[in-house]
């Protein structure tokens, strides 16, 4: 019943794609972890003319303000995959609990559980995303907070489901049997034997936060005193045909990391998975 | 009775047959006007409603003054024309002030146009609903209309800086007949406007655009040239941007498309940006500090703010150019009418940053040990993305001499709650407008009277001093022209001197008009005016 | 006979119970948003009183006024429920007219949208999934994967903006934004013609998220389709591979794009915010955000609502219909 992390490990290894990413997810991570030794502690420090071209005076040009690109990118980097992992940590966490407890006891409380995740499911995302942060003042805080109660019912629905499937595994029931606790059979036997599926899905979750963040800095509702890709793009995209590399750069760095997180959820997925390979969109 | 300005009908009739019998007379030469073709503008926002006599918003006035007129239009310098008046005196004391108005003009319904819908629409109309009406007609008693033609307003004081408010974009004139005894704010007439203007209301597709025509019994004989003028909303400024390049549109207002697309379409000699038209606005972009609560109750702080900051670098390299460097409260464009001085403390000088710090020590603020001195907030106000980037450069210019700033990006509703009700700010940025005269525009964000919890773009940092407030009320009711430019002049020294502002920069608020737009300039309007004279060269 | 007619009530009794769990939960999305919403500092009168760069108290205390802004919140949210009950979504303080005809009036350029978009991205996404499926491997097969996994990562804000710069203003082929010509007074045929061409970039930028999903979906569940048991053994049975692809595998592969697509549906209205902003596209997002913005409330309000509804009742539909076409799906 336990995952063969050996086989995963090396059917993961096989695919290349799912290499591709990791190795082009591992030289964001580089860009993120040194971002300060290579372009400095402040990405918004003035160091030159503003709207220089890429490979003139700087690496990648400078933005409309004179600041350089090649350091936004790389602070960004980190802010967004801070961003992506911390929402998909507090998201990923709220759907296992809120998705565990439902499909654990079923019943009555499987039932509010689920119309509260059906309320969630049933706003349109981006909308509320855009409406909460409106509402409680753009920030780094309100966006986590926007982006992962907007995340977290899609992984709810899917604990659920791999809860109720294992719930009647004679494993579990011989726990049960054995008078262990509720809690305690959650966590130690369940949880690690859902984890597979939810892991393929919280990985895209990380790739989609990650938009979500860019979607709502580029409608002006970013923290301004936090260097990320989407605050990039949308201070430059009134200046596309002037200077396209302001958004253009971040923009291309966005694809780039959404690219590989989800080359390494299929690699996963494939991994965990076989049988049901692509099936996640 | 001592008439200022006095312009005969008569010399305007003639002048005006004149022309149109030289018209008529020669075939048009190369230069000349020709009439027709539709105009797009691109402005943003929607505006709520289009009948700006309750509504001061940009786009509301864009679009109600080309239906309404006003009794008076004014130069660039901001001297007034007639207008639905042809003459106009006022009373040796300043307390009442007689308007003549045409006999030849209808609304668009075809109604008559009286000294009735006058009365009606300063007393009832304006001086109540409009958001600046107290100002502008707050000492306004009573109106008398001694026949269809003459309007006399008695005052309770004089109150020169009235004369400037007649504009459309003030003071837009209302049909009687159509509003008298219904409830004015919700009058269905606010959505399908009739004026007396050179356009007529045609058409509004919510979030999409709203379509004037031609009024073609406009009492201005050969105007507007043009046929059609439509307002085109687009949410995306970069798209506004493209609209304009493409030729979707001719013109776009200030503000509607980013400042570096202006630059980059004049030079690709797609468009022209004519300078001008925005002289009966004088905006003036400015920090307001909140003079109340520390650090900046402290004049010493404000002022190595002022120091600090390159006003310069925020006009060339942000404003790319549309703007120039402000001395004080009151904008230079009040210098024809010698109101202006900048005989002021100047905190442009080479060893700024020093000055700065020195200001700094003296307050107490010492750096520490990882070099800053203090944290401070900056709420940006939400008017463009320029203004959002000049908050990103103040950040920086001030980390130069020890302040710490953190931004703050609210929306307008956060922006204004925090700024006019809970006072929870220590800096904001935002452009102020300046009006026809410094008493309708300025003195609102200086005088302790007009500390009002609740109301936007009042006197936000609850600066409070009795010197001023003194001088203000004295400039206010002042009729000799050369006291109250001493009185501008005092003002403007004493309150640079006490910073309860920075003054930023003097914006020039330019419309971006494609090279077949000619004359979008009219006296002290362009896009806010009634852009009668404007035509396509096509 | 007496099966299927007992299925067919089953059915019925499934669809009524899905709408009747509907119930509680668009009863909890008005409540929820009523009093989120209202969490909001500032309201419609600063707003407006804030555009107009300058007001006097007693303009801001008549609006206020007006707006029924100084009632306490409790009582505004009685009023507001019993309002919605009867379907009366209130007045809209900015446009100062009905909501409920706002929305209406929003909800066909909306639904234009959405409709063509979802067209594109099924019919593509089906037919280069199904391309990539039966050419596993192939050249062919890792050009649509690669096309699908660069189309899915990129941003739908940087997609429009690409458009709009390459065929608005590099070719000048199609217009930059907006639903009409401007100024144009054509009707009949040439409006639908004008609309049409106003369409494309807009709705290409919002299906090219869902078309990446959906080739990679069909791709996956043909290949799935073709290694099962019961097409090997219709092969084996003599039905020519041709015929086991289309009659059974095909079939079977677009249950499951269509049910994903259903369940889209909110997450494309939410995406048409901002495809309705960057192109000007006069739909019910682009009046929701602005809505937000002017602290209009109740339409904001009014809107969410309604796209819920929307959503609510595309779930259901799909579920209803998939229980027809499926027969494996249990009507517990």
């Known amino acids: 019943m336990k995952i063969r992390l050996g086989r995963v490990a090396r059917t993961f290894l096989q695919d290349r794609w799912a290499i591709a990413g990791a190795i082009l997810l591992l030289a964001i991570v580089a860009l993120a972890v040194l971002a300060s030794v290579l372009t400095g502690n402040d990405p918004f420090t003035i160091v030159g003319e503003p709207n220089e071209p890429p490979f003139g005076g700087f690496l990648l040009g400078t933005d409309s303000l004179g600041r350089s690109i090649a350091a936004g990118i790389a602070h960004g980097a980190r802010v967004s995959l801070a961003i992506g992992l911390i929402t998909t940590l507090i998201s990923t966490t709220l759907g296992i609990v809120i998705g565990g407890i439902a499909g654990y006891f079923g019943g009555w409380i499987d039932d509010v559980l689920m119309r509260l995740t059906e309320f969630f499911q049933t706003v349109p995302a981006m909308l509320f995303a855009i409406v909460v942060v409106a509402i409680l003042q753009p920030s780094i805080v309100t966006e986590i907070g926007a982006i992962a109660l907007v995340s977290w019912a899609v992984l709810a629905r899917l604990a659920r489901a791999e809860f109720m499937r294992l719930r009647n595994r004679e494993f579990v029931i011989a726990c049960v049997a054995m008078g262990m606790k509720s809690g305690r059979i959650m966590l130690l036997q369940i949880l690690p034997n859902a984890l597979s599926a939810i892991v393929v899905t919280a990985s895209v979750t990380v790739a989609t936060s990650i938009l979500l963040e860019a979607g709502l800095s580029f409608l002006g509702l970013g923290d301004p005193n936090v260097m990320s890709w989407g605050l990039m793009i949308g201070s430059g995209r009134t200046e596309l045909r002037t200077a396209w590399w302001i958004s253009g750069l971040p923009g291309l760095a966005l694809l780039l990391t959404v690219l590989a997180i989800n080359l390494i959820g299929d690699g996963l997925n494939e991994a965990f998975n076989p049988r049901n390979a692509g099936h996640q969109p | 009775m001592t008439t200022i300005y006095r312009r005969s009908l008569a010399a305007c009739l003639m002048v005006a047959t004149a022309a149109l019998t030289l018209l008529g007379a020669v075939a048009a030469p190369a230069w000349a006007q020709k009439p027709g073709g539709t105009l797009v503008i691109v402005s943003t926002p929607e505006p709520t409603t289009i009948t700006n006599a309750f509504n001061s918003a940009t ?363 809970t006072y929870d700010f220590q800096m904001a940025t935002a452009a102020w407008v300046g009006m026809g005269d410094p008493t309708l525009g300025v003195q609102r964000q200086y005088v302790t009277s007009n500390i009002k919890k609740g109301v936007p773009f009042t006197n936000l940092g609850r600066y409070s001093n009795p010197e001023i407030d003194a001088l203000w009320a004295k400039f206010a009711i002042e009729l000799d022209p050369k006291k109250r430019a001493e009185d501008a002049h005092q003002l403007q020294q004493k309150l640079v001197d006490d910073s309860p502002m920075v003054w930023l920069f003097e914006l020039q608020q330019v419309a971006t008009a494609r090279k077949e737009v000619k004359n979008l300039i009219n006296g002290a309007f362009s896009v806010q005016g009634g852009m009668y004279e404007t035509w396509l060269d096509r | 006979m007496i099966l299927v007619r007992g299925r067919g009530r089953q059915r019925l009794r499934y669809a009524v119970r899905r709408f009747l769990q509907a119930i509680p939960i668009l009863v909890a999305i008005v409540t929820c948003n009523f009093f989120l919403l209202h969490l909001a500092p500032g309201d419609a009168a600063s707003v407006l009183a804030g555009e107009s760069g300058s007001a006097s108290e007693e303009y801001v205390a008549q609006l206020r006024h007006d707006f029924g802004l100084e009632k306490p919140l409790v009582l505004q949210y009685v009023d507001y429920v019993a309002n919605v009950a009867t379907l009366n979504f209130g007045h809209s303080f900015r446009y100062n007219r009905s909501n409920l005809g706002l929305i209406v009036e929003r909800l066909g350029a909306t639904l234009l949208l959405m409709v063509t978009s979802f067209t594109i991205a099924i019919s593509f996404g089906i037919l280069l999934g199904a391309w990539a499926a039966t050419h596993k491997g192939k050249a062919l097969d890792r050009g649509i994967r690669i096309l699908a996994v660069v189309a899915y990562a990129a941003p739908v804000f940087w997609v429009a903006l690409m458009l709009i710069m390459v065929f608005a203003l590099q070719l000048g082929i199609l217009p930059t934004s907006g639903m009409h010509r401007i100024g144009s007074r054509s009707s009949g045929l040439a409006t639908v013609l004008d609309v049409a061409q106003h369409l494309i970039l807009p709705s290409l930028s919002l299906s090219f998220f869902y078309l990446a999903v959906y080739t990679r979906l069909m791709r996956a569940a043909l290949l799935d389709q073709l290694g099962m048991n019961y097409t090997i053994v219709a092969e084996a049975k003599g039905a020519s591979p041709r015929q086991v692809l289309w009659r059974h595998a095909f079939r079977n592969a677009i249950i499951p794009v269509v049910t994903l697509a259903g369940l889209h549906i909110g997450s494309m209205l939410g995406g048409s915010v901002i495809v309705e902003s960057v192109f000007g596209w006069p739909g019910l997002g682009l009046l929701a955000y602005q809505a937000l913005f002017a602290r209009d409330l109740n339409l904001l309000l009014g809107i969410l609502i309604f796209s819920s509804v929307l959503v609510v009742a595309m779930n259901l539909l799909v579920d209803v219909v998939n229980s027809f076409v499926d027969p494996r799906i249990q009507l517990k």
């Open chain 2, 59 to 421: 786009t509301a006035g864009e679009v109600g003054t080309k239906i309404y007129d006003g009794l008076l239009e004014y130069d660039a310098n901001l001297n007034p024309k007639p207008s639905l008046a042809t003459e106009w005196s006022v009373s040796a004391d300043g307390k009442d002030v007689t308007f003549k108005l045409r006999h030849d003009v209808k609304w668009h319904d075809g109604h008559p146009f009286t000294s009735a819908d006058v009365a009606f629409s300063i007393l009832e109309v304006l001086k109540p609903n409009h958001p600046r009406g107290p100002g502008n007609f707050g000492p306004v008693q009573s109106i008398d209309t001694p026949d269809d033609y003459t309007v006399v307003l008695h005052l309770q004081n004089a109150y020169p800086p009235m004369m400037r408010a007649f504009s459309s974009l003030d003071a837009p004139i209302l049909p009687k007949h159509l509003y008298a005894g219904t409830n004015l704010r919700n009058n269905a007439n606010n959505n399908k406007p009739v004026g007396t203007g050179p356009f007529m209301f045609k058409d509004w597709q919510r979030g999409d655009s709203i379509v004037l025509e031609r009024n073609p019994n406009y009492w201005r004989p050969g105007r507007p040239y043009l046929d059609r003028i439509i307002f085109r909303f687009i949410n995306d400024p970069a798209t506004r941007a493209a609209a304009l390049e493409s030729g979707e549109a001719q013109v776009a207002s200030f503000g509607s498309i980013a400042t570096s697309e202006m630059r980059r379409l004049e030079k690709a000699g797609v468009v022209t940006i004519p300078l001008g038209g925005f002289q009966a606005l004088a905006p003036v972009a400015m920090i307001t500090f909140n003079t109340v609560d520390p650090p900046f109750n402290d004049k010493r702080v404000r002022q190595a703010v002022a120091y600090a900051i390159d006003r310069k670098f925020i006009i060339d390299k942000i404003f790319f150019g549309f703007g120039q460097p402000a001395t004080g409260p009151i904008s230079s464009v009040f210098k024809g009418q010698g109101l202006f001085t900048d005989q002021v403390i100047h905190f442009d000088v080479p060893d700024r940053l020093k000055r700065a710090t020195d200001l700094l020590d003296a307050a107490g603020f010492k750096p520490k040990p990882d070099g800053t001195r203090l944290d401070v907030t900056l709420d940006i106000g939400p008017i463009g993305d320029e203004y959002r980037r000049m908050g990103e450069y103040i950040k920086q210019a001030l980390k130069q001499v020890g302040f710490n700033v953190s931004l703050r990006n609210e929306d307008m509703a956060g922006f204004t709650r925090r700024t006019s009700q």
